[in-house]
């Protein structure tokens, strides 16, 4: 049972476009979502979060949106510079232990 | 920055063989995570620990177990190792602070079992 699912396994865009990938979960009790971006041969790495009680947190060119009534998030990547290229895993956690529950991840690929 | 270290970046080990994955952080976390992935499957939980001696199942812990006697580190075990094991497994720590910290990744083990 995947309770969180990232629908797209790929994705291309344009150097300088935004990039937006997409997450839904299923899970009611999850309050705390984070991305990852893995390169290959890398641990992930994390990139951002956001709490329940929020719907927007900005990072730089990275800002995530979280709509809980539609149990979707997504991450947008303004502007897309190559070096974004990388698999992005969506997570969600909830409790006390940061035991936290990843996505199958969406293979970004900026083209120059 | 946190360091989390796992000892072998690649493996290769024959059907039922025992087979130890070790990492180890320097940050003095008590959380440690261990995950396999998967193509399609993304990153899923096999166990964690939330302090010494500790260990809970995660979401597939069949064929598994794990050893954590020092804080630092935390050591997954394939007691008979099976083809079906072959993966890449990532070892992960965070601590038990403020909710705004996400996990440090080790760079992964890729393990094949022939």
């Known amino acids: 049972d995947q309770q969180v699912k990232q629908n797209s396994p790929s994705l291309s865009v344009q150097e300088g476009r935004i990039s937006i990938l997409n997450c839904d979960y299923t899970n009611s009790m999850f309050d705390y979502f984070l991305w990852y971006k893995k390169y290959p041969a890398e641990g992930p790495t994390f990139l951002i979060s956001i709490s329940s009680i929020k719907d927007k947190n900005e990072d730089g060119r990275f800002t995530v949106f979280l709509n809980k009534s539609a149990k979707h998030l997504s991450l947008h990547i303004v502007p897309s510079q190559p070096g974004d290229s990388a698999v992005y895993f969506c997570a969600a956690a909830s409790g006390g232990y940061q035991k936290v529950t990843f996505g199958t991840g969406t293979k970004l690929q900026v083209i120059p | 920055d946190v360091k989390v270290t796992q000892s072998s970046r690649y493996l290769v080990k024959r059907t039922g063989e025992k087979v130890f994955l070790e990492c180890v952080q320097d940050?003095?976390?008590?959380?440690m995570f261990w995950y396999r992935q998967d193509p399609g499957l993304g990153l899923r939980l096999i166990y964690f620990s939330y302090d010494v001696k500790m260990k809970e199942k995660g979401d597939i812990p069949e064929g598994y177990s794990v050893s954590r006697e020092k804080k630092e580190r935390f050591s997954l075990i394939l007691e008979s190792a099976s083809t079906n094991q072959t993966s890449m497994y990532l070892c992960a720590s965070s601590y038990q602070g403020p909710r705004g910290y996400g996990y440090t990744f080790g760079s992964g083990t890729r393990l094949t079992v022939v």
């Open positions: 940050m003095d976390h008590e959380n």
